[in-house]
């Protein structure tokens, strides 16, 4: 099931988990992601690590756990303005590099989380 996608070409968990890791510790460091974050970030680094599974063609991990992944809607209680969706895209194209994530793999994961995160936003600057 898992054949040919960017998941099993990227090499898998370990390869999710390290880009996850790479990336919240961005998160946690940048000044307009800080306020809507919580503090101790690994439960939701775990969370994204099973979502990015799924998303990437993976096992269903995410819905397993949490069901239907509703982004938008789990999304809502916090105040996704554009430079926090500019902000959180910045974070994510630095953890690619330092997870060390080659292209074409590089930029397709980029892309198809730009398109999530335009979707994520529902607040103006
Ligand atoms: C959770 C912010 C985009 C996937 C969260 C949380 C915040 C947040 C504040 C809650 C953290 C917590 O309480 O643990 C943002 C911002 C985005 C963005 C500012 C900018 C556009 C995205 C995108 C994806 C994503 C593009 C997926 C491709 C998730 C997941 C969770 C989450 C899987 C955990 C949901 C759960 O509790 O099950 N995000 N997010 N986010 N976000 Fe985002």
Redo the contacts with the bound molecule.
């Keep these: 099931i898992t054949h040919g996608t960017i998941y099993e070409a990227i090499g898998g968990f370990d390869t999710i988990n390290k880009l996850v890791h790479a990336f919240y510790k961005r998160v946690g460091n940048h000044p307009k992601?800080i306020p809507?974050?919580?503090d101790d970030?690994s439960?939701?680094a775990r969370?994204?690590s099973?979502?990015?599974t799924q998303?990437f063609g993976g096992p269903r991990l995410?819905e397993e756990e949490?069901g239907h992944?509703m982004?938008r809607r789990?999304?809502l209680p916090?105040e996704?303005t554009p430079s926090?969706?500019d902000?959180?895209?910045a974070c994510m194209a630095e953890a690619l590099i330092e997870a060390e994530i080659e292209e074409p793999y590089r930029t397709a994961i980029f892309e198809k989380?730009t398109l999530?995160?335009n979707h994520?936003?529902n607040t103006p600057e």
């Design positions: 992601l809507i974050f919580p970030l439960e939701t969370k994204q099973l979502f990015l998303f995410y949490r992944p982004m789990r999304h916090f996704i926090r969706r902000a959180w895209l989380l999530t995160a994520m936003m």
